[in-house]
């Protein structure tokens, strides 16, 4: 049983939108931060946006401010990520990462989802 799995991704012009989610299997979701991490052809993995447990704080990269929003749904066990006005820069993988409350949780992350934006 895969705990975290990615989808959405695809090939989208610039200036569209895609949705990704991500569904959490064999954890206690809802105890759990999420968020969005991507990492585009040799650079590093960098923080896209973060989740508190209950959904009510959120963070973001000041690359993608006001134009992504991070969301999520306990009852669905999923997390999402609404990306809009995508640029080719926003080009990466894309992974969901979940976040325990503390040191002594077990972290987990996905697989990862393909996003390419063309001219």
């Known amino acids: 049983q895969v705990p975290l799995v990615e989808s959405g991704g695809g090939l989208v012009q610039f200036g569209g939108s895609l949705r990704l989610s991500c569904t959490a299997s064999g954890f206690l979701f809802g105890s759990y931060a999420m968020s969005w991490y991507r990492q585009a052809p040799g650079k590093e993995r960098e923080l896209v946006a973060r989740?508190?447990?209950?959904?009510?704080?959120?963070n973001y990269a000041d690359s993608v401010k006001g134009r992504f929003i991070i969301s999520r749904d306990n009852n669905k066990k999923t997390a999402y990520l609404q990306m809009n006005n995508l640029q080719a820069e926003d080009t990466a993988v894309y992974y969901c990462?979940?976040?325990?409350?503390?040191?002594?949780?077990?972290?987990?992350w996905g697989q990862g989802t393909q996003v390419t934006v063309s001219s």
């Open positions: 990462n979940a976040e325990g409350p503390s040191s002594w949780w077990q972290d987990y």
């Open positions: 989740i508190n447990s209950v959904g009510r704080k959120t």
